[in-house]
T-cell receptor
Framework: GAVVSQHPSRVICKSGTSVKIECRSL??????MFWYRQFPKQSLMLMAT?????????EQGVEKDKFLINHASLTLSTLTVTSAHPEDSSFYIC????????????FGPGTRLTVT | QKEVEQNSGPLSVPEGAIASLNCTYS??????FFWYRQYSGKSPELIMS????GDKEDGRFTAQLNKASQYVSLLIRDSQPSDSATYLC????????????????FGSGTQLTVLP
């Protein structure tokens, strides 16, 4: 149990374009999903928290108009990086939590974004 | 003061030895504590959770929690080269970057190398 998938695993895009990353909970219904970003040699930084059917809650310093999050169902959340720039190149990781597991969170395999 | 502090390492131990990883946290009312393992270029994997003071053992891993001292540790017995990774301490804590929301707050991680 507790399998989280992400797609794509790697993406390269040109500066100014938008990229959509999908996060799915495969064998459970995720009450809450989280999006993190990790730069090389640094720790995970939470970007936003989303609950199904609600607007995402963004962390301080994260531009909500640039990083669009949609949590359309209990098994799917998407992150769209709009008008991507080279400084957005990073490792984006989602995680999911279910009520039955309390505070435990399970991570997807991550998406490595490179903006050229 | 950082919300979660870990020795960044690198920590090197010989194969078969005990590796000891330490973590302190600032939120006095945290109730849930997690250890994640992250291999280079991969996403974090949950390896231990602990909720009560004392020790919790799972195979070669033992988590220790002392809420009065705001201290949590992870011991890895009979360390193997495959244990070489970064270990992230993550209490479920009050995060100052998101107002009053409680969430997993990650330390910067301790890099462990097990030498054959």
């Amino acid at each position: 149990g507790a399998v989280v998938s992400q797609h794509p695993s790697r993406v390269i895009c040109k500066s100014g374009t938008s990229v959509k990353i999908e996060c799915r909970s495969l064998d459970f219904q995720a009450t809450t999903m989280f999006w993190y970003r990790q730069f090389p040699k640094q720790s995970l930084m939470l970007m936003a928290t989303s609950n199904e059917g609600s607007k995402a809650t963004y962390e301080q310093g994260v531009e909500k108009d640039k990083f669009l999050i949609n949590h359309a169902s209990l098994t799917l959340s998407t992150l769209t990086v709009t008008s991507a720039h080279p400084e957005d190149s990073s490792f984006y990781i989602c995680s999911a939590r279910a009520h039955k597991w309390g505070d435990e969170q399970y991570f997807g395999p991550g998406t490595r974004l490179t903006v050229t | 003061q950082k919300e979660v502090e870990q020795n960044s390492g690198p920590l090197s131990v010989p194969e078969g030895a005990i590796a000891s990883l330490n973590c302190t946290y600032s939120d006095r009312v945290s109730q849930s504590f997690f250890w994640y393992r992250q291999y280079s270029g991969k996403s974090p994997e949950l390896i231990m959770s602990i909720y009560s003071n004392g020790d919790k053992e799972d195979g070669r891993f033992t988590a220790q929690l002392n809420k009065a001292s705001q201290y949590v540790s992870l011991l890895i017995r009979d360390s193997q080269p495959s244990d070489s990774a970064t270990y992230l301490c993550a209490p479920f804590t009050l995060s100052y970057s998101s107002g009053s929301a409680r969430q997993l707050t990650f330390g910067s991680g301790t890099q462990l190398t097990v030498l054959p």
